[in-house]
């Protein structure tokens, strides 16, 4: 709100951030915010000239909800163009016990702050991811929108293992709520008798939409699919969550170069898309005591230049020199034919290259059974995009689409062909070279805010112990 505003009479509404009261009761000192943008509002009411000012007094400050009527005058305040002259106040909600009030004016760490989850968007840090998070949201709509893709929702229950890991959540009824473990069903070889429950067999919250959207992708052309995904992993890192969102487009007659190609240029129109929408809430994390100095610059950057591309060989080799010569001591040593970690992405994007990665042709034994074999028959043809701060942010592939070979990775994995039956007619008629990757949501989202624990990231973080809200 600027100096075109002044003289402007306006009925605002919002919660005080702070509530002061000054010169002997006569004055009371309001910052208000509606949560459309990080600032608030200056709100000055004045006993005698305010309607309902004494009703200040007993709202609980900090938190309480008020509607102000007024005018927008010029601000005397430096620092602040304007404020508003309030005429009347409401008190539309207080805050009943202002001594326990979670969300006081004082500062709270990150960790608090997942403890109150319910009131945590009140704050300024978390006000902001959210505004980020939808600005992103609709980034991702648009971008796949504007280059012809259908958006497609795929299921969140399965009976499918997309990455094979067998860290899925089971869905059943077998346990009702006042039943005991002998209520359940069992074979004769004591097993869990999956045909009892709903679904008549053993199913699962997802792990992954590719599977199902590449369905789509076989009769429509490009797809994509943006919904939640489940993983029961027992991981307590910054990096893991159990529920979490996943972008995952599938490209119709497309090698995996064309794969890698639309994933740079996705991944830079939503830092693009940040960096012009979201220009205050960017500001606010990097100059927060919680945020990323040069938080913006490092966003620059990633839209700069192309990004570099390089074999997971070579990724290996150059980590295996930089070692042997001294300038880089990792904790794990990079053999080739492990998945690299965190401390090897990174500094393969923030140290070597200062820019982001990408990595191919990853070795069979690492991958999962859907990405093409290339003709080494050691490695696939699969691409993960490094970035600077995070290390992998986008995992992808060229999908396999000789059904002979699909099956023999089926069965190498350990992957029953029966489990994937529907999959593998994908191949039997009318097969197509097409290519996908997935991009976890709450990692875009670390990228673009630098906040460091990927639970500050969604509005309710699932992890082990913690279902709460």
Not at 10 to 39: H, P, Q, V, Y
Not at 139 to 165: M, Q, R, W
Not at 296 to 320: D, K
Not at 388 to 403: A, C, H, L
């Amino acid at each position: 709100m600027g100096d075109a505003a002044v003289g402007m009479q306006a009925t605002i509404k919002g919660w005080a951030r702070t509530l002061r009261m000054a010169a002997k009761n006569k004055l009371c000192f309001i910052e208000l915010n509606d949560g459309s943008c990080t600032s608030g509002i200056q709100v000055v009411s004045t006993k005698g000239e305010t309607t309902g000012f004494d009703s200040l007094k007993t709202s609980g400050g900090t938190g309480a909800s008020l509607s102000v009527s007024g005018k927008v005058v010029a601000s005397p305040k430096e620092g602040q163009r304007v404020e508003f002259q309030a005429l009347a106040v409401t008190v539309l909600g207080a805050v009943l016990s202002p001594d326990v009030y979670p969300m006081s004016k004082k500062s709270h760490s990150l960790e608090f702050l997942r403890e109150q989850a319910h009131l945590r968007p009140r704050t300024r840090i978390y006000s902001a991811l959210a505004r980020v998070r939808h600005a992103m949201a609709y980034a991702t709509h648009k971008f796949f929108n504007d280059h012809g893709f259908l958006y497609v929702h795929t299921p969140l229950i399965t009976s499918a293992d997309c990455e094979g890991a067998g860290e899925q959540f089971t869905v059943t009824t077998l346990l009702p709520e006042h039943g005991t473990v002998k209520d359940i069903p069992c074979d004769a070889a004591g097993n869990i008798d999956y045909t009892k429950d709903f679904f008549s067999r053993r199913s699962s919250l997802t792990v992954s939409g590719q599977l199902n959207v590449e369905t789509h992708c076989c009769a429509l052309g490009d797809v994509y699919t943006f919904g939640p995904t489940f993983r029961a992993e027992d991981s307590h890192t910054s990096r893991h969550l159990a529920e979490f969102w996943m972008i995952e487009p599938e490209v119709a007659f497309t090698d995996l170069a064309g794969d890698i190609d639309l994933a740079e240029d996705y991944l830079k129109y939503c830092v693009r898309y940040a960096l012009e929408h979201c220009a205050e809430d960017l500001e606010f994390f990097e100059t927060s005591p919680l945020g990323e100095p040069g938080l913006r610059s490092r966003l620059e950057n990633v839209v700069a230049a192309p990004f570099h591309r390089m074999t997971y060989t070579e990724a290996v080799e150059l980590l295996q020199a930089h070692v042997a010569a001294g300038k880089k001591a990792f904790e794990e040593y990079p053999d080739w034919g492990i998945d690299l970690g965190s401390e090897h992405e990174r500094y393969l994007a923030e140290v070597v290259y200062q820019k982001p990665v990408v990595l191919t042709d990853y070795p069979k034994g690492i991958k999962a059974f859907y990405m093409r074999l290339n003709d080494d028959n050691e490695t696939v043809a699969a691409a993960d995009v490094l970035v600077p701060k995070i290390g992998e942010v986008i995992g992808g592939s060229q999908r396999e689409e000789r059904v002979d070979v699909l099956e023999a990775r089926c069965l190498e994995s350990g992957l029953p062909l029966e489990a994937v039956w529907w999959y593998l007619e994908l191949r039997k008629y009318g097969s197509i070279q097409h290519s996908g990757f997935g991009l976890g949501f709450e990692r875009l989202l670390m990228l673009i805010t630098g906040l460091d624990n990927i639970r500050d990231t969604i509005p309710f973080p699932r992890y082990p112990g913690h279902s709460e809200f």
